[in-house]
């Protein structure tokens, strides 16, 4: 299997059933017709996260996810994924969902991104969260 790698940083945080995760992950990422060569996701604060928005993408506002596509040939992943664990425990806690329900979404979320889906308009957002209840219900784990 390809090297999908959870990371921290300024955080203390361990990731659930890595194996189960990692798996879900690559069979989405080879569902949707594309390989894995790297994908690094890194759990971080929200203060953190901020710092990363406001110096690569001019953005001054939190957020749970930001994914940098790294990949240089067509069809072959390899980006980093920076997640907010403050911030997935909030939204958890806004949409009355368990902080795994969330956590798995995201990391989903930021996945889709890697394969083409987008979510600026209402019409994306709605393919982009289909796409997202699709995959969460493949997690078998």
Do not use: P
């Not at 604060?45 to 790294?70: E, V």
């Not at 992943?77 to 956590?103: G, H, W």
Request: glycine fraction near 4%.
């Amino acid at each position: 299997m390809a090297a999908i790698t959870f990371f921290e940083e300024d955080i203390s945080y361990k990731l659930k059933n890595k194996t189960a995760v990692r798996k879900w992950i690559n069979n989405t990422i080879e569902a949707e017709g594309y390989k894995l060569r790297e994908l690094n996701y890194i759990f971080c604060s929200d203060d953190y996260l901020l710092q990363i928005n406001q110096q690569y993408l001019d953005h001054d506002t939190y957020t749970d996810i930001i994914t940098f596509d790294n990949s240089e040939e067509e069809g072959i992943i390899v980006a980093d994924i920076f997640i907010s664990v403050e911030r997935v425990q909030e939204n958890a806690a806004n949409f009355k969902v368990t902080e795994t329900q969330e956590l798995h979404r995201v990391i989903i979320h930021g996945a889709l991104h890697l394969l083409g889906y987008k979510d600026k308009s209402d019409t994306d957002k709605k393919k982009m969260t289909s796409k997202e209840d699709f995959y969460l219900d493949k997690r078998g784990f």
